[in-house]
């Protein structure tokens, strides 16, 4: 990485073959549409979000979720919506399911 890059690999799709792969490519405008995938260490996609043209990707939401799939990799925790680092997390149980709104309240903002 250089001074000023990014800790993460960028590449571009020219041909739009990896976007074909995950049916982003739009045939007709030969180009691909905004999709973003978290790709885990084990090779399986845990998260995808794709967007048509006018509307943007929100790249706080992608990093508030990669530290999600992180933390819970390293803790098996689970992280409730909005989750934020350094946020409550849950135990996962058989008994939470169906039940998080009993033990969990979004933080108010």
Same mark, same amino acid.
């Given at each position: 990485?250089?001074?000023?890059?990014?800790?993460?690999?960028? @590449? =571009?799709? +020219?041909?739009?073959?990896?976007? #074909?792969?995950? *049916?982003?490519?739009?045939?007709?405008? *030969?180009? %691909?549409? #905004?999709?973003?995938? @978290?790709?885990? &260490?084990?090779?399986?996609? +845990?998260?995808?979000?794709?967007?048509? $043209? &006018?509307?943007?990707?929100? &790249?706080?939401?992608?990093?508030?979720?990669?530290?999600?799939? +992180?933390? %819970? #990799? %390293?803790?098996?925790?689970? @992280?409730? =919506?909005?989750?934020?680092?350094?946020? +409550?997390?849950?135990? $996962?149980?058989?008994?939470?399911?169906? %039940?998080?709104?009993?033990?969990?309240?979004?933080?108010?903002?």
């Amino acid at each position: 990485m250089v001074d000023g890059g990014i800790p993460y690999p960028m @590449l =571009s799709d +020219q041909t739009g073959e990896i976007g #074909r792969l995950y *049916g982003v490519y739009d045939e007709e405008s *030969g180009t %691909n549409i #905004r999709g973003r995938f @978290l790709i885990d &260490p084990d090779g399986i996609i +845990q998260a995808a979000e794709v967007l048509s $043209p &006018p509307v943007g990707r929100n &790249p706080e939401e992608l990093f508030r979720q990669i530290k999600a799939f +992180q933390h %819970n #990799r %390293n803790t098996g925790e689970v @992280l409730p =919506s909005g989750w934020e680092e350094g946020g +409550q997390t849950l135990k $996962p149980h058989a008994d939470l399911a169906g %039940n998080v709104w009993k033990v969990w309240q979004p933080p108010k903002k």
